[in-house]
T-cell receptor, first 112, second 118 residues
Framework: LAKTTQPISMDSYEGQEVNITCSHNNIATNDYITWYQQFPSQGPRFIIQGYKTKVTNEVASLFIPADRKSSTLSLPRVSLSDTAVYYCLVGPSNTNAGKSTFGDGTTLTVKP | GAVVSQHPSWVICKSGTSVKIECRSLDFQATTMFWYRQFPKQSLMLMATSNEGSKATYEQGVEKDKFLINHASLTLSTLTVTSAHPEDSSFYIC??????????????FGPGTRLTVT
Protein backbone atom coordinates (compact mmCIF):
# COMPACT_ATOMS: atom_id res chain seq x y z
CA LEU A 1 0.00 0.00 0.00
CA ALA A 2 1.37 3.36 -1.02
CA LYS A 3 2.54 5.65 1.77
CA THR A 4 1.38 9.24 1.66
CA THR A 5 3.02 12.40 2.94
CA GLN A 6 1.13 15.61 3.64
CA PRO A 7 1.95 18.83 5.46
CA ILE A 8 1.02 18.52 9.12
CA SER A 9 -0.83 21.81 9.21
CA MET A 10 -1.89 24.79 7.12
CA ASP A 11 -3.45 28.13 7.92
CA SER A 12 -5.68 30.17 5.66
CA TYR A 13 -8.18 32.99 5.76
CA GLU A 14 -11.82 33.05 4.82
CA GLY A 15 -12.44 33.47 1.12
CA GLN A 16 -9.03 32.24 0.04
CA GLU A 17 -8.30 29.22 -2.13
CA VAL A 18 -6.45 26.46 -0.30
CA ASN A 19 -4.28 23.86 -1.97
CA ILE A 20 -3.14 20.82 -0.02
CA THR A 21 -0.56 18.62 -1.68
CA CYS A 22 -0.01 14.95 -0.99
CA SER A 23 3.04 12.96 -2.06
CA HIS A 24 2.64 9.30 -2.97
CA ASN A 25 5.78 8.21 -4.76
CA ASN A 26 4.97 4.49 -4.60
CA ILE A 27 1.50 4.70 -6.10
CA ALA A 28 0.56 1.56 -8.01
CA THR A 29 -0.96 1.40 -11.45
CA ASN A 30 -4.39 0.44 -10.16
CA ASP A 31 -4.43 2.88 -7.23
CA TYR A 32 -6.87 5.76 -6.96
CA ILE A 33 -6.42 8.91 -4.89
CA THR A 34 -9.15 9.83 -2.46
CA TRP A 35 -9.43 12.77 -0.10
CA TYR A 36 -11.44 12.86 3.10
CA GLN A 37 -12.36 15.59 5.58
CA GLN A 38 -12.72 14.89 9.28
CA PHE A 39 -14.11 17.09 12.03
CA PRO A 40 -13.39 16.30 15.69
CA SER A 41 -15.35 13.31 17.01
CA GLN A 42 -16.85 12.57 13.61
CA GLY A 43 -16.15 10.01 10.93
CA PRO A 44 -14.25 11.08 7.80
CA ARG A 45 -16.34 12.51 5.01
CA PHE A 46 -15.62 11.71 1.35
CA ILE A 47 -14.54 14.79 -0.61
CA ILE A 48 -13.25 13.67 -3.98
CA GLN A 49 -11.59 10.79 -5.81
CA GLY A 50 -9.50 10.66 -8.94
CA TYR A 51 -7.11 8.60 -10.99
CA LYS A 52 -5.38 11.09 -13.25
CA THR A 53 -5.49 14.69 -14.58
CA LYS A 54 -8.24 16.77 -13.00
CA VAL A 55 -11.45 15.98 -11.22
CA THR A 56 -13.92 18.58 -10.03
CA ASN A 57 -17.10 18.36 -8.00
CA GLU A 58 -19.27 20.82 -6.15
CA VAL A 59 -16.89 21.23 -3.23
CA ALA A 60 -13.34 20.70 -4.49
CA SER A 61 -10.97 19.98 -7.33
CA LEU A 62 -8.29 17.35 -7.47
CA PHE A 63 -5.22 17.81 -9.62
CA ILE A 64 -3.06 14.80 -10.48
CA PRO A 65 0.06 15.21 -12.63
CA ALA A 66 0.97 12.72 -15.31
CA ASP A 67 3.40 10.76 -13.13
CA ARG A 68 0.72 10.48 -10.39
CA LYS A 69 3.37 10.70 -7.67
CA SER A 70 1.53 13.55 -6.03
CA SER A 71 -1.88 15.14 -5.96
CA THR A 72 -3.32 18.47 -4.90
CA LEU A 73 -6.67 19.05 -3.28
CA SER A 74 -7.98 22.51 -4.07
CA LEU A 75 -10.68 24.08 -1.91
CA PRO A 76 -12.07 27.29 -3.42
CA ARG A 77 -13.01 30.18 -1.16
CA VAL A 78 -12.74 28.43 2.20
CA SER A 79 -14.89 29.38 5.16
CA LEU A 80 -14.45 28.92 8.90
CA SER A 81 -16.43 25.68 8.67
CA ASP A 82 -13.72 24.17 6.48
CA THR A 83 -11.41 23.99 9.49
CA ALA A 84 -10.77 20.25 9.77
CA VAL A 85 -8.24 17.50 9.18
CA TYR A 86 -7.84 16.45 5.55
CA TYR A 87 -6.58 12.99 4.66
CA CYS A 88 -5.18 11.81 1.36
CA LEU A 89 -5.56 8.09 0.73
CA VAL A 90 -4.05 6.04 -2.04
CA GLY A 91 -5.32 2.58 -2.74
CA PRO A 92 -7.23 0.27 -5.03
CA SER A 93 -10.70 1.22 -6.10
CA ASN A 94 -12.24 -2.12 -5.30
CA THR A 95 -13.69 -3.82 -2.27
CA ASN A 96 -10.30 -3.45 -0.60
CA ALA A 97 -10.63 0.32 -0.76
CA GLY A 98 -10.92 0.42 3.00
CA LYS A 99 -7.49 -1.12 3.44
CA SER A 100 -5.84 2.08 2.27
CA THR A 101 -3.63 3.44 5.02
CA PHE A 102 -4.52 6.75 6.58
CA GLY A 103 -1.55 9.05 6.90
CA ASP A 104 -1.22 11.76 9.49
CA GLY A 105 -3.47 14.16 7.61
CA THR A 106 -3.28 17.93 7.27
CA THR A 107 -4.94 20.10 9.88
CA LEU A 108 -6.36 23.11 8.06
CA THR A 109 -7.22 26.13 10.18
CA VAL A 110 -9.27 28.83 8.52
CA LYS A 111 -9.11 32.21 10.23
CA PRO A 112 -11.59 35.09 9.94
CA GLY B 1 -25.60 10.43 -0.77
CA ALA B 2 -24.68 7.17 0.87
CA VAL B 3 -25.20 7.09 4.62
CA VAL B 4 -23.56 4.90 7.22
CA SER B 5 -24.81 4.96 10.80
CA GLN B 6 -23.32 3.73 14.04
CA HIS B 7 -24.96 2.91 17.32
CA PRO B 8 -24.37 3.92 20.00
CA SER B 9 -22.67 7.24 19.37
CA TRP B 10 -21.04 7.02 22.76
CA VAL B 11 -20.88 4.46 25.52
CA ILE B 12 -19.35 4.21 28.96
CA CYS B 13 -18.75 0.79 30.42
CA LYS B 14 -16.97 -0.75 33.36
CA SER B 15 -13.74 -2.63 33.02
CA GLY B 16 -14.32 -6.31 32.30
CA THR B 17 -17.65 -5.91 30.57
CA SER B 18 -18.39 -6.26 26.86
CA VAL B 19 -19.72 -3.63 24.51
CA LYS B 20 -21.34 -4.07 21.10
CA ILE B 21 -21.16 -1.39 18.42
CA GLU B 22 -23.40 -1.54 15.34
CA CYS B 23 -22.57 -0.24 11.89
CA ARG B 24 -25.31 0.04 9.28
CA SER B 25 -25.35 1.12 5.66
CA LEU B 26 -28.72 2.83 5.44
CA ASP B 27 -29.31 3.22 1.73
CA PHE B 28 -27.01 0.74 0.07
CA GLN B 29 -25.76 -2.79 0.47
CA ALA B 30 -22.18 -3.37 1.46
CA THR B 31 -20.52 -6.74 1.18
CA THR B 32 -17.46 -5.23 2.79
CA MET B 33 -17.19 -3.00 5.83
CA PHE B 34 -14.17 -1.86 7.77
CA TRP B 35 -13.52 -1.07 11.42
CA TYR B 36 -11.06 1.60 12.49
CA ARG B 37 -9.86 2.90 15.82
CA GLN B 38 -8.72 6.46 16.40
CA PHE B 39 -6.98 7.76 19.50
CA PRO B 40 -6.99 11.48 20.32
CA LYS B 41 -4.95 13.62 17.95
CA GLN B 42 -4.02 10.57 15.90
CA SER B 43 -4.99 9.19 12.53
CA LEU B 44 -7.35 6.31 11.89
CA MET B 45 -5.94 2.81 12.29
CA LEU B 46 -7.55 -0.06 10.41
CA MET B 47 -8.49 -2.87 12.77
CA ALA B 48 -10.28 -5.36 10.57
CA THR B 49 -12.15 -6.03 7.36
CA SER B 50 -15.67 -7.35 7.77
CA ASN B 51 -17.07 -9.46 4.94
CA GLU B 52 -20.70 -10.46 4.76
CA GLY B 53 -21.13 -14.15 5.31
CA SER B 54 -17.53 -14.90 6.19
CA LYS B 55 -15.01 -14.39 8.93
CA ALA B 56 -13.44 -11.00 9.45
CA THR B 57 -9.84 -10.36 8.52
CA TYR B 58 -7.84 -8.67 11.26
CA GLU B 59 -4.84 -6.41 10.88
CA GLN B 60 -1.59 -7.36 12.52
CA GLY B 61 -1.61 -6.68 16.22
CA VAL B 62 -5.38 -6.68 16.60
CA GLU B 63 -6.69 -9.44 18.86
CA LYS B 64 -9.50 -11.24 17.09
CA ASP B 65 -10.76 -12.81 20.30
CA LYS B 66 -11.05 -9.43 21.93
CA PHE B 67 -12.63 -7.55 19.04
CA LEU B 68 -15.37 -9.81 17.71
CA ILE B 69 -16.78 -8.83 14.34
CA ASN B 70 -19.97 -10.16 12.80
CA HIS B 71 -21.27 -9.15 9.38
CA ALA B 72 -24.66 -10.83 9.46
CA SER B 73 -26.26 -9.02 6.55
CA LEU B 74 -25.42 -6.73 3.65
CA THR B 75 -26.30 -3.70 5.74
CA LEU B 76 -25.07 -4.55 9.22
CA SER B 77 -21.73 -5.24 10.83
CA THR B 78 -21.13 -5.37 14.57
CA LEU B 79 -17.98 -4.96 16.63
CA THR B 80 -17.99 -6.38 20.14
CA VAL B 81 -15.24 -5.32 22.48
CA THR B 82 -14.99 -8.15 24.97
CA SER B 83 -13.65 -7.80 28.50
CA ALA B 84 -13.00 -4.13 27.90
CA HIS B 85 -10.16 -2.37 29.69
CA PRO B 86 -9.38 1.34 30.04
CA GLU B 87 -6.78 1.10 27.27
CA ASP B 88 -9.59 0.12 24.88
CA SER B 89 -11.10 3.56 25.34
CA SER B 90 -11.05 5.11 21.91
CA PHE B 91 -13.11 6.39 19.00
CA TYR B 92 -14.30 3.48 16.86
CA ILE B 93 -15.30 4.21 13.27
CA CYS B 94 -16.75 1.89 10.66
CA UNK B 95 -16.94 2.32 6.92
CA UNK B 96 -18.75 0.63 4.07
CA UNK B 97 -17.78 0.38 0.43
CA UNK B 98 -20.34 1.47 -2.13
CA UNK B 99 -19.98 0.15 -5.64
CA UNK B 100 -21.14 2.97 -7.87
CA UNK B 101 -21.95 3.31 -11.52
CA UNK B 102 -18.99 2.46 -13.71
CA UNK B 103 -17.68 0.19 -10.94
CA UNK B 104 -16.31 3.02 -8.85
CA UNK B 105 -15.70 2.06 -5.26
CA UNK B 106 -16.36 4.74 -2.70
CA UNK B 107 -15.84 4.31 0.99
CA UNK B 108 -18.33 5.96 3.33
CA PHE B 109 -17.71 6.31 7.02
CA GLY B 110 -20.00 6.17 9.99
CA PRO B 111 -20.10 8.98 12.55
CA GLY B 112 -18.04 7.02 15.04
CA THR B 113 -18.61 5.61 18.53
CA ARG B 114 -16.82 7.03 21.53
CA LEU B 115 -16.02 4.21 23.99
CA THR B 116 -14.91 5.04 27.50
CA VAL B 117 -13.97 2.19 29.81
CA THR B 118 -13.82 3.06 33.49
Amino acid sequence: LAKTTQPISMDSYEGQEVNITCSHNNIATNDYITWYQQFPSQGPRFIIQGYKTKVTNEVASLFIPADRKSSTLSLPRVSLSDTAVYYCLVGPSNTNAGKSTFGDGTTLTVKP
Amino acid sequence: GAVVSQHPSWVICKSGTSVKIECRSLDFQATTMFWYRQFPKQSLMLMATSNEGSKATYEQGVEKDKFLINHASLTLSTLTVTSAHPEDSSFYICSAVLVGLGLTYEQYFGPGTRLTVT
